[in-house]
């Protein structure tokens, strides 16, 4: 008889190479029953948005798909994770269940009842450092807390010298047949009425193969100009990695080793390298920042900001939401954003700023549109680069400090090309107009056949009467400290 099982549960890390619970699992000489748990119930846990669900859907057929490659069957099924684990360990009578950590207290509290669960039916249970170059653990000051300004942060992750090198892909599986799995369709992970996601199959590739070749392709060239060009939304120069470090189908090791390789064999590219990994190292910022504060997508990292007296205004935020702000590059990222799930850094930037200070809408609203429609919809990034861009995070912009929209949109998108493709009704205005198509004479606009306020809006708010506003807003702050 073979020997018991080790059940590997698959998480956030939906790749076979350096997955150190796979590994070691396949190092064992036990058969290896490889499963993911949708877990919607644990209340620990945040609900995925649509457009993480649809990646989900997709990395997980990529992952059942590599792992039939080696011999094995992905089982998945549908629950809270404690239960589900424990009736899988018990139906295989698998002796252990492997996984890799999620560095964050929701998914550990979730790890913790799974634990408990298979340790009352005598099944061990192993954990695996992942997601991060460094655990959060490692880096506390004299306050038990993490560093909460991004550069003495980075330094002291530098200064640590390099990752564990990844782990090579198992060469193959011993599995367990016949075990009952749901149809990846049984999650309805997929919209189907409507099915809005057109946009974003033809925009993304899935899966471990999908990002190891962007990885290889960005370190082949893009990284060479990426410091010049990296705000630039009219190129594309950044890697767009970002969904697939999200679902861990590359890890932020192999990442690190890779650009180091590339730095290491071509000189010219290292100052794009340094800084491509410095935005790595923003991700890494960004789960410090969720380990130490859970709440961090509804809770002002700065209490002051607890007064800031937003507005209400369903109107406003409906407007922004479907690009019709009269802000030509604020449009253009939100339909960007509608249409494939993703939007320029930059971009991100400027529509985020709108909504909080033009608008002076919450920040949390933001937070939760771009949750729901973003493929990279990350629990750390999102929530951080949201309080960041209002003011009330940990190292923030300073609130007073009001992007203009069409000065970001003149520098960083200077012929315009970015807009024209996401807002075709301006596509035929001049690169001197089109950030501010309200500038244009009458008969320019009838030559580009724009009927302001009727084809396309004029701006929901004036710039300078939007940044006064702003201004006074905070003002209150300073005010009631
Ligand atoms: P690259 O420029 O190639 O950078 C490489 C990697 O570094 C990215 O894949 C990403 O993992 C990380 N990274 C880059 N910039 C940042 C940053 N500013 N903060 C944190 N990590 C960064 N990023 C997410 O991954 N998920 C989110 O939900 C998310 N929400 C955001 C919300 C707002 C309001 C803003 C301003 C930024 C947000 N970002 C988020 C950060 C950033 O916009 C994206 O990581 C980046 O656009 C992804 O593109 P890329 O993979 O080509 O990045």
């Known amino acids: 008889m073979s020997s018991p099982p ?10 076979l190479s350096d997955h150190p619970a796979l590994y070691a699992a396949a190092a064992s000489v036990a058969p290896v029953v490889c499963s993911y748990v949708y877990d919607q119930e644990s209340p620990e846990l945040r609900r995925l948005g649509g457009a993480t669900r649809w990646w989900l859907a997709q990395s997980l057929r990529a992952l059942g798909a590599d792992l039939q490659a080696l011999g094995a069957d992905l089982v998945v099924r549908r629950g809270p994770a404690a239960k589900v684990l424990g009736q899988l360990a018990r139906e295989t009578k698998a002796r252990a269940v492997f996984w890799n950590d999620v560095a964050q207290s929701g998914p550990r509290a979730v790890a913790a009842n799974v634990e408990s669960a298979l340790g009352e039916i005598d099944v061990a249970s192993r954990v695996f450092p992942d997601d991060l170059l460094i655990d959060p653990s490692k880096l506390r000051g004299k306050d038990g807390r993490g560093p909460r300004v991004f550069t003495p942060f980075w330094k002291r992750v530098l200064a640590l010298g390099d990752p564990p090198k990844p782990l090579p892909r198992p060469a193959r599986l011993s599995s367990v047949s016949v075990v009952a799995s749901l149809a ?24 471990e193969r999908a990002a190891q070749g962007r990885l290889a392709r960005f370190l082949d060239a893009p990284v060479r100009t990426y410091a010049a060009n990296r705000d630039r939304p009219d190129v594309e120069s950044t890697s767009r990695l970002s969904a697939h470090l999200r679902f861990g189908e590359i890890s932020p090791r192999q990442v690190w080793h890779a650009a180091r390789f590339a730095a290491a064999e071509r000189p010219a590219f ?16 960004s789960r410090h920042l969720l380990y130490d ?6 809770r002002n990292l700065q209490p002051s900001f607890n007064a800031f007296p937003w507005t209400q205004d369903g109107a406003a935020l409906a407007a922004w939401q479907r690009g019709r702000t009269g802000y030509p590059i604020v449009d253009a990222g939100m339909r960007e954003l509608w249409h494939t799930g993703s939007m320029h850094n930059r971009v991100r930037m400027v529509a985020a700023s709108v909504l909080v200070k033009h608008l002076l809408i919450d920040w949390r609203l933001g937070e939760q549109w771009f949750w729901d429609t973003l493929v990279d919809a990350d629990p750390g990034s ?14 923030a912009a300073p609130y007073f400090r009001v992007f203009n929209p069409m000065l970001q949109g003149e520098k960083f998108d200077s012929q315009g090309s970015y807009v024209r493709r996401w807002v075709p009704e301006l596509a035929r205005l001049p690169a001197a107009l089109i950030h501010q198509p309200w500038a244009a004479k009458p ?9 302001l306020g009727r084809s396309y809006p004029a701006p929901i708010v004036d710039h300078k009467q939007g940044r006064e506003r702003a201004l006074a807003a905070y003002a209150t702050l300073r005010t009631s400290d």
């Open 443 to 451: 008969l320019e606009l009838a030559e580009a056949g724009i009927a």
């Open 382 to 395: 999102n929530p951080a680069s949201w309080q960041w861009v209002a003011g009330s995070g940990a190292d």
């Open 293 to 298: 504060n859970p709440d961090l997508a509804t």
């Open 184 to 207: 990846i369709d049984e999650l309805a992970l997929e919209p189907t009425r409507p099915d809005w996601a057109g946009g974003l199959r033809a925009t993304w590739q899935v899966g």
């Open 270 to 285: 290292a100052p794009g390298i340094d800084k491509f990994l410095s935005e790595l190292g923003w991700r890494e910022f």
């Open 6 to 15: 080790i059940i590997v549960w698959f998480r956030e890390s939906l790749r």
